[in-house]
């Protein structure tokens, strides 16, 4: 079943064609990978998506609704939730007071603050920071940082999470953990996930499908398999 689906979406700042007829469709309990140099328009796709900025042309439609003219928190709200390259959890407060305002605010139901303790609860065993949930979100390491947004995407109910590099700046063993929550949570949760990443091992072992792009376009769209035998991707990635 087709969770996501965006259709024709292009976008132009000013005379630079970030994104140029871009479509694709995500399905129901997948993990879709998108992959691209830098500049490619990853995160001007996720922009789109969430909301955050218009598409020049083009629509995108979750769980059969369209998207056009929401705003991010109606769609976070209707269960489609982005976390952001440069994660910015609020300073001051602590890991838990993050994730309660996540779950008081992302979900389209008001919350008893049982229902919330509840929820702040699940969301840090989920990324492994009950023992952190005290501590100032601004003092977490990045690690931290990285899992706060992921669990901030919990707390608010969604369905579909569009993780934004995730891994990058994480070492080995932190990027298997990071491995392993996305696997588990997808499992167990019955989540939907679109990942950007520049760790490209990890978003070939991660990912059903990818769709590659390149200057805003499409090269490549397949299981993770052909897209390391496409000559164009390689072109792109290694010259
Ligand atoms: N708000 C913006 N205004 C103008 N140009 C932008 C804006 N956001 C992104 N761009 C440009 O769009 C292109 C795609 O950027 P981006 O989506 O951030 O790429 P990626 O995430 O793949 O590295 C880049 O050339 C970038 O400079
Ligand atoms: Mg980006």
Do not use: W
Not at 103 to 122: F, M, N
């Amino acid at each position: 079943m087709t969770l996501l689906d965006i259709k024709g979406v292009s976008k132009r700042f000013g005379g630079l064609m970030a994104l140029s007829d871009v479509s694709l469709q995500v399905n129901k309990g997948e993990i879709f990978g998108l992959m691209g140099a830098n500049g490619a328009g990853k995160t001007t796709l996720f922009s789109v998506i969430a909301g955050h900025i218009p598409p020049t042309t083009g629509e995108v439609v979750f769980d059969g609704k369209r998207l056009a003219g929401l705003s991010p928190d109606r769609i976070c709200r209707l269960g489609l939730c982005r976390t952001f390259q440069i994660v910015r959890p609020f300073a001051g407060l602590s890991v838990a007071e993050n994730l309660r305002v996540a779950a008081l605010y992302g979900r389209a139901r008001k919350l008893s603050a049982t229902e919330a303790a509840q929820i702040v609860d699940d969301a840090l065993d989920a990324v492994g920071l009950a023992d952190r949930r005290h501590l100032d979100a601004g003092r977490l390491t990045l690690s931290g940082q990285k899992r706060l947004e992921i669990a901030r995407a919990l707390a608010t109910g969604a369905q579909l999470v569009m993780l934004d590099e995730v891994m990058a700046g994480l070492n080995p063993t932190e990027v298997g953990t990071m491995l392993d929550t996305l696997r588990r949570l997808r499992t167990e949760r019955d989540l939907t996930f679109v990942i950007v990443e520049h760790v490209i091992g990890a978003l070939m072992t991660l990912s059903d499908r990818i769709l590659v792009l390149d200057h805003g376009e499409c090269i490549a769209f397949s299981t993770p398999e052909e897209i390391g035998r496409n000559e164009r991707v390689a072109e792109v990635y290694f010259g």
